[in-house]
């Protein structure tokens, strides 16, 4: 027993009051809280507002195993409570990212929730136990479960099928992937018993490197189907396959990556049998060429609104096939405007086009273009991708010839053999609406060959052009030279352009001065300003300088003294050419899916 005054006993009053201040600080701190203008909303609110941030409560393994951390929890005592009760704020789980009884903490937490549940488990023997927690915990809450998706190895996948047995009432969108790098043989079917066949809200499947019968009763309802390299071994006749897609009413999106799920067929001539897809506007293929053509030539979409298609081969004959069941697909009844914006680029084993319903979609803003990989805000109508590793000169000229073009008011061309001179002139009679064309730099020579000769028919090329826009261009003395005589053959044919668009070339000055006695809109370099902006130089601008600057001269050549000849042809080697865009035609085949198997 300790003294009064003893040290212990000071020690244990010390920490009693430092227990007492303490305690009246964090009544004080949630008093001062309650003042504040945003504690006066009412709990329903707070709730509203919590609902709308995205979910981000992960497990934090390095403080502790079983505390689960959350920006929001951690503003005020309120805002914790707050969160703690909101079962929907711990819905979302991923259980790579939480240990088994952090899982079943969140589960705890989410109550009856909608849950969206997550896992990706390997072969590794640490991760046998997490895989049984979540095989236990998805079977006893599958019935509310929204949202499901499993990634593991085949073996695991059918352990896993087989207890998911039980009816999903709640379930809307389900992935299921095998793990990469397991050979054909090991064949994962998805069972037409899996959740007794009772999911009355499935809406999107996703099934990566398996199999799917086709009568299952998953498939019925689906609006959007993706089969991701289908395995080879669980391929169909294609009349089975055409009949299962006949009872698939609701299907609005179809993606089709790496292997169709159909067996070898033959082309020839019209195809006897179709399946008629009514509610399907999204179509996206990539596979052999040959595959492709046996999808399109096959299926009656007169819904759809956008077709994908990347395809490749080694056989012309593949290619012949292909391109007029992708033009046939490219434009229906159900289009209400025609092709009006068109972007091409590629080379002679290459060709990527993409066309838009819409005008002057091929570029942002006319500067540059990032239409190399079209994106969901400007979804393309068209979008096609051929690779042909043999030599298939005609490539693009047979795209264009067999997509409805008649229409397009804009385009772009990227890559020196996109469209050759041959091209330009087969089809630019037929572009009578074409108001804008945007070059890169290796594409302008075979364009301003068009116009070389001052051909007879040149009055019917290109009535409607008026703006130019060349993109990443390096204009040299030479080269201007060239353009202003291109020019200059337009104004004779009384056809002239009215804007020429130079903000990302590298151009001197004076050449903006000399091309804008022939145009009336010349815009000229960006400019660099002290803030950082860019700005476009227009002719005034550049006109009003050299009046400034008439008595300045300081006896250096500026290059623009001695007139070239129209002859000299403007060299056509990428390099040569100086375009400063170093990707301009380089190839994009890395991005190929390498996981053909």
């Known amino acids: 027993m300790s003294l009064p005054d003893s040290p212990e006993s000071c020690l244990c009053a010390a920490e009693n009051k430092i227990e007492c201040l303490e305690e009246s600080t964090r009544a004080m701190k949630i008093h001062r809280n309650s003042l504040v203008p945003i504690s006066r909303l009412p709990t329903e609110i707070l709730c509203i507002i919590f609902s709308l941030l995205p979910s981000f409560e992960v497990l934090d ?102 207890h998911l047995i039980s009816s999903a009432p709640s379930l809307e969108r389900l992935s299921i992937t095998k793990r990469k790098h397991y050979p054909e043989s090991s064949l994962v079917i998805v069972p037409d018993n899996l959740f007794d066949g009772i999911v009355p809200k499935l809406t ?43 009872q698939m009413t609701q299907l609005e999106r179809l993606v089709l990556h790496g292997h169709i799920p159909i067996r070898s067929v033959e082309l020839s001539g019209e195809p006897m049998i179709t399946a008629v897809l009514s509610s399907l506007t999204k179509l996206i293929i990539y596979a052999t060429a040959r595959d492709c053509a046996v999808v399109l030539a096959h299926l009656v979409l007169p819904a759809l609104t956008r077709l994908c298609v990347d395809a ?30 068109l972007f091409v680029e590629g080379n002679e084993e290459r060709a990527n086009i993409t066309a838009w319903t819409t005008p002057r979609r091929d570029a942002d803003d006319g500067l ?25 000169v005609q490539l693009h000229d047979a795209v264009l010839t067999a997509l409805p073009l008649n229409s397009i008011s804009s385009l772009s061309v990227k890559g020196c053999k996109s469209l050759r001179e041959e091209v330009w002139r087969g ?24 116009f070389y000769g001052r051909s007879p028919h040149a009055t019917n090329l290109l009535p409607s052009l008026e703006e130019l826009v060349l993109v990443d261009v390096s204009l040299n003395a030479q080269r201007v030279y060239y353009l202003c005589d291109m020019l200059f053959v337009r104004v004779e044919l009384e056809i002239p352009l009215r804007t020429l668009d130079l903000r990302t070339c590298t151009v001197p000055d004076c050449a903006v001065q000399f091309l804008g006695e022939i145009l009336l809109d010349v815009k000229g370099p960006m400019k660099r300003e002290s803030g950082g902006k860019g700005q476009a130089r227009t002719v005034t601008d550049v006109i009003s300088e050299k009046v400034e600057n008439d008595g300045e001269d ?40 390498s996981d053909d198997e």
């Open 204 to 246: 999107y499947l996703r099934l990566e490197r398996c199999g799917i019968g086709w009568q299952s009763p998953l498939l019925k309802g689906l609006r959007d189907l993706n089969l991701i390299w289908f395995q080879k071994r669980a391929r169909i006749p294609i009349n089975a396959w055409l009949d299962a897609l006949n």
């Open 427 to 450: 089809h630019a009679p037929k572009w009578h609406k074409l108001e804008r064309i945007r070059l890169y730099s290796s594409a302008v020579p075979a364009f301003r060959n068009l």
């Open 61 to 162: 393994l390095e403080s502790s195993p079983y505390i689960l951390s959350s920006p929001v929890s951690h503003v005020c005592h309120r805002w914790r409570e707050i969160s703690h009760d909101m079962s929907c704020f711990w819905s979302r789980i991923d259980f790579n990212k939480l240990t088994t009884a952090g899982v079943a903490e969140v589960l705890a937490r989410a109550k009856t929730a909608p849950l969206y549940l997550e896992a990706e488990v390997g072969i590794q023997k640490c991760e046998t136990e997490k895989f049984e927690a979540f095989e236990g915990q998805i079977k006893a809450h599958i019935y509310h479960t929204c949202h499901l998706s499993i990634t593991s190895t085949p073996y695991r996948l059918v352990q896993t099928f087989e």
């Open 554 to 593: 300081d006896g250096e050549d500026d290059g623009f003294d001695d007139k070239l000849s129209f002859h000299a042809s403007w060299v056509t080697d990428d390099d040569d050419f100086g375009g400063s865009n170093s990707d301009d035609d380089a190839s994009d085949d890395s991005d190929d899916d």
């Open 368 to 392: 540059r273009s990032s239409v190399d990989l079209p994106d969901e805000v400007r979804p393309a109508r068209v979008e096609i991708r051929i690779m042909h590793c043999g030599t298939y």
């Open 312 to 341: 490749y081969t080694e056989e012309s004959i593949d290619v012949e096939h292909l391109i007029p069941f992708v033009a046939q697909h490219a434009h229906g009844h159900q289009d209400t405007e025609a092709l009006q914006s």
